[in-house]
């Protein structure tokens, strides 16, 4: 997560790929030591007794910098956002009504689709939220014992993007995609 302000820089890799934000006196320090060359828009204005040092909104580092994908770590939690509370088998989601009564996020759960007893462990493609009605009727089964399709296949989630929060500048809308949260 990015915490975007007036002070905030977007550093771009040589190929002009985002990296992450960093703060006027890195993007400063970054240009005094000639790695970084200007690419758009004004962050900031330093003045000195004799001139004024325009620090830019976009900056790109000379030389490409081999960033390895960090994978999404694996927890009961991350596997309920990345499926957005919503059952891989009925497609149920909170808000919904179910026997009178509006389903609440305590009634969702992680359901391995190979149980752990028959060796499916704790992985991305092996769980998925099901709500606990799904759940206890596929019970130590794989959904092909239970006769149940899944809606989606359960996958790694992606992470090689750039979270900014607060207001994105108009420099960085063209390196960028912007999604808005609604």
Not at 17 to 26: A, K
Not at 153 to 167: C, V
Request: net charge positive; glycine share 8%; charged share 25%.
């Amino acid at each position: 997560m990015v915490n975007v302000n007036s002070r905030s820089v977007l550093l771009l890799n040589a190929s002009y790929v985002p990296l992450r934000s960093i703060t006027i006196r890195d993007a400063v320090d970054l240009m005094m030591r000639g790695v970084v060359d200007a690419v758009d828009g004004v962050a900031a204005r330093l003045h000195t007794p004799g001139t004024v040092f325009e620090v830019p909104s976009v900056l790109r580092l000379r030389y490409y910098v081999n960033v390895p994908r960090r994978g999404a770590v694996w927890s009961r939690r991350g596997v309920l956002s990345r499926d957005k509370f919503t059952c891989v088998y009925c497609g149920l989601s909170v808000g919904d009504r179910r026997n009178g009564r509006i389903v609440k996020r305590t009634d969702f759960t992680v359901d391995h689709l190979v149980p752990k007893s028959r060796g499916g462990g704790n992985t991305w493609s092996n769980t998925a939220c099901a709500c606990r009605w799904c759940n206890h009727r596929k019970a130590n089964r794989t959904p092909h014992e239970a006769g149940m399709k899944l809606l989606w296949e359960p996958k790694r989630p992606r992470t090689n993007y750039l979270i900014a929060d607060g207001e994105i500048p108009e420099e960085w809308k063209v390196y960028i995609r912007v999604n808005f949260k609604q």
